[in-house]
């Protein structure tokens, strides 16, 4: 059974730095695409950042310069480091996992930035 086990978010202040990560486990096969998406109240689940097993990523829009994106394929496990944050970052992120054409979503971890 495969479970995603999230970190790292929690309070910060604008400008400020957090680091999230996910470790997967009960995998056996290479993992196609890791990735985080974020979702506020009363709005739609957004996609932050992806990365496939070869290392090419994708960052939305209004993260590029900001956040970076990073995997261990050794421990299945993939990075967020976010820096300069902002308000507007505050959401819910989700770790997501895509093992041929299933998708695995973790459990959640707020992320809080203050003005």
């Known amino acids: 059974q495969v479970q995603l086990v999230e970190s790292g978010g929690g309070l910060v202040q604008a400008g400020g730095s957090l680091r999230l990560s996910c470790a997967a486990s009960?995998?056996?096969?290479?993992?196609?695409?890791m990735g985080w998406y974020r979702q506020t109240p009363g709005k739609q689940r957004e996609l932050v950042a992806t990365?496939?097993?070869?290392?090419?990523?994708i960052y939305a829009d209004p993260v590029k310069g900001r956040f970076t994106i990073s995997r261990d394929n050794a421990k299945n496990t993939v990075y967020l480091q976010m820096n300069n944050l902002k308000p507007e970052d505050t959401a819910v992120y989700y770790c997501?996992?895509?093992?041929?054409?299933?998708?695995?979503w973790g459990q959640g971890t707020q992320v809080t930035v203050s003005s």
């Open positions: 997501n996992v895509v093992i041929i054409v299933s998708n695995y």
């Open positions: 009960g995998i056996r096969i290479t993992i196609n695409r």
């Open positions: 990365i496939t097993g070869g290392g090419t990523t």
